[in-house]
């Protein structure tokens, strides 16, 4: 039995279970044994790959966006760029090779990094090692200065970020939680709690005996940290996830090892889990936000020009061949164009986003 295992048996034998969104943030982010903790999870060798590591186009896109945010903020002489969940690294770096040909834009510029991997800290510090510009890592956005505005994103970070599942059943809702079925770790179900129920959006609420709705309390407190955040210091948000721009019933909870999909109690801390992000919940919390389709924004800020260049500037044969599949992936309709939301606001400042307009 793996360690990550054990631990959780010794929870679980406690209360007789834990809920799920235990389950995750111990599988995540257990200090020594969770899976972002221990391992570099991105690309062939790895688990899953992520937009920013299939083509540069997507973080040169993005990195495009933020600069036209600050120049619509005035090009303040200073602010953070702050990123959420930065992985490798690879979307900042991509966003900064963008900023540095904008005059006064890396000067301007204070990179801060909400990370709690030490090994995704080291590949993210390597990653920027070339790039002069201030960085800072923080582990939470308590810890984001808050006298200079503040302009954040986040790839595929609100997905890993703890969800909790009920089920409606003929006598209301109850809980989906991690139990021990013999030797074996185990979906069984609980009574509710009533502050738990209370988090099911009002267009679930009348849903049939058997479904599934999932609530995420982690993700929502995440959101009025970073609309407070942003409150304060003034500043313009992006976050890029995969999930539902209305609420939809529905087990999405899922595990990905080696490229594969697994059950999600295989592999404890070995495969990543996560779910579908209720982007329609996220609006709730921001109050005023913009939210569209991942093809569609990058498609509206040039991806397709982008993708002609990076053709034209090819070295080799293989490389030209790459830049057209690595742009399909991120804008096609049964690729990510679609299942991936992109979801961005402003706080402080009067001025329209790039990129979500029809
Ligand atoms: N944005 C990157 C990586 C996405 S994977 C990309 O697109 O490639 C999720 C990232 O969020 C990882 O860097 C992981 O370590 C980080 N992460 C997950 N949960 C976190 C938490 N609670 N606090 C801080 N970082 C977290």
């Given amino acids: 039995m793996s360690e990550l295992k054990a631990f959780l048996q010794t929870e679980i034998s406690k209360t007789g279970f834990v809920h799920i969104g235990d389950y995750m943030a111990y599988t995540l982010g257990h200090p020594t044994h969770g899976y972002y903790m221990k391992q ?20 040169e896109i993005i990195g495009a966006w933020v600069v036209d945010v600050w120049e619509k903020m005035g090009q303040p002489a200073e602010f953070t760029l702050l990123e959420c969940g930065p992985g490798r690294g690879t979307l900042m770096a991509d966003m900064l090779r963008v900023g540095a040909m ?9 990179v801060c990094l909400l990370e709690m991997s030490p090994v995704l800290k080291d590949a993210q510090a390597e990653a920027l090692a070339n790039i002069s510009v201030q960085c800072d ?26 969800v909790r599942q009920l089920e409606k ?41 058997g479904e599934i709705v999932e609530v995420s309390e982690a993700r929502e407190h995440f959101m009025r940290a970073l609309a407070g955040l942003l409150d304060a210091a003034g500043g313009a948000g992006l976050l890029v996830d995969y999930g539902h721009d209305v609420s939809a019933a529905g087990d999405t909870l899922q595990a990905v090892h080696k490229h594969e999909y697994v059950g999600v109690l295989d592999h404890v801390g070995d495969a990543d889990v996560s779910s579908h992000v209720d982007f329609s919940v996220m609006m709730d919390v921001v109050g005023d936000g913009a939210l569209t389709y991942q093809g569609h924004f990058l498609k509206a800020l040039g991806a397709h020009v982008r993708a002609e260049r990076l053709k034209d500037q090819a070295q080799d044969a293989d490389q030209r061949a790459a830049v057209e599949p690595g742009y399909k992936r991120l804008v096609d309709a049964d690729q990510m164009g679609r299942l991936f939301k992109v979801m961005g606001f402003v706080k402080g400042y009067d001025f329209e986003l790039a990129g979500f307009q029809n």
């Fill in 40 to 59: 570099d999870p991105f690309g062939v060798a790895g688990d899953f790959t992520t937009a920013p590591e299939i083509s540069q186009i997507f973080g």
């Fill in 102 to 110: 904008v005059p006064g834009f890396l000067a301007a510029c204070k």
């Fill in 169 to 209: 059943t003929a006598h209301g809702w109850s809980e989906r939680v991690v139990s021990m079925v013999g030797q074996n770790l185990g979906i069984t179900t609980q009574s509710a709690p009533a502050d738990l129920v209370m988090r099911v959006p009002k267009a679930l609420t009348g849903c049939k005996q």
């Fill in 137 to 162: 890592w923080v582990i939470s956005l308590d810890d984001v200065p808050r006298d200079r505005p503040v302009i954040v994103i986040g790839n595929e970070f609100l997905d890993a970020l703890p």
